[in-house]
């Protein structure tokens, strides 16, 4: 499915019709139809309507939230994912500065809407959350191995699958063993306020935490953010509406905010 969103993308101007998009995925049209649907939640024709990135301008101009107001409100999507499964369970500063010593941390790859995904999980929950379609496998490796030099890391996806289904197909419950610093941490919980379907800004972060001073060294946060997709950094746009930069890929941006847009339009439960 992460090919036929890239391919959908791609070819997004000149509006392909599903046989063509089967015949390119070597499915029948009826199969993949099914598939992509059971996947995404709605057709390849009804995709393709929002994976654009003048779509991602229209968001921030449509819906752009402001954290400010968030907090204040209790704004939250019903069928906001974060809202329903996820549990924060941060790691200690001094944990963090150990680079996770004494620490076990078990991995795996697995498949997900957004192309090949790297996990890794602790005792207490999921605290890596890579995607390898654009950047590759061995840089998603090396890039999530980085972050926690002294911990001891174990193959064994078998222990993760069960988050890894709760993330991307809405079983059961995915717990979050959030390792940063205390900065990242505030940043990182305050794109959690951000509901499916909306965007944000570094700026508007940067008041959500109560430092609007402190822009750039929120975007330095956001772009640290080891649990992409879980941890909403997708959201945070540029001040001017420009889909901005993104650690694992262009494409993967905008494929998640057109997954969550066709959520939040077709009020698509996220349970």
């Known amino acids: 499915m992460a090919a036929a969103i890239e391919l959908i993308e791609a070819q997004a101007g000149e509006h392909p019709s599903l046989e063509a998009l089967a015949a390119r995925m070597g499915l029948s049209p009826a199969h993949f139809q099914k598939l992509f649907t059971r996947w995404v939640g709605v057709s390849p024709k009804r995709y393709l309507q929002w994976l654009t990135l003048d779509h991602a301008r229209a968001l921030l101009r449509d819906r752009h939230t402001v954290l400010d107001a968030t907090y204040a409100t209790g704004l939250s999507s019903p069928g906001r994912l974060h809202d329903l499964f996820v549990r924060w369970e941060a790691m200690t500063p001094g944990e963090y500065a150990r680079g996770a010593e004494g620490l076990t941390l078990r991995w795996g790859w697995f498949d997900s809407p957004f192309g090949e995904a790297l996990a890794f999980g602790g005792d207490r929950g999921l605290t890596g959350l890579a995607f390898s379609a654009e950047v590759g496998r061995e840089a998603a490796f090396a890039d999530m191995a980085r972050r926690w030099p002294q911990a001891r890391r174990v193959e064994d996806p078998d222990a993760l699958t069960p988050w890894l289904d709760a993330a991307f197909r809405r079983k059961g419950e995915a717990p979050l063993q959030v390792i940063g610093a205390p900065f990242q941490l505030k940043v990182w919980e305050a794109l959690l306020a ?78």
């Open 194 to 271: 951000v509901p499916t379907g909306h965007v944000t800004t570094y700026s508007d972060l940067a008041r959500a935490i109560g430092n609007p001073g402190a822009v750039r060294a929120v975007g330095t946060a956001v772009g640290k953010n080891p649990l992409s997709w879980l941890i909403p950094c997708h959201r945070a746009l540029r001040k001017g509406g420009g889909i901005g930069g993104y650690h694992w890929g262009l494409g993967v941006k905008r494929a998640m905010l057109a997954w969550e847009t066709v959520e939040l339009e077709t009020g698509r439960d996220a349970a």
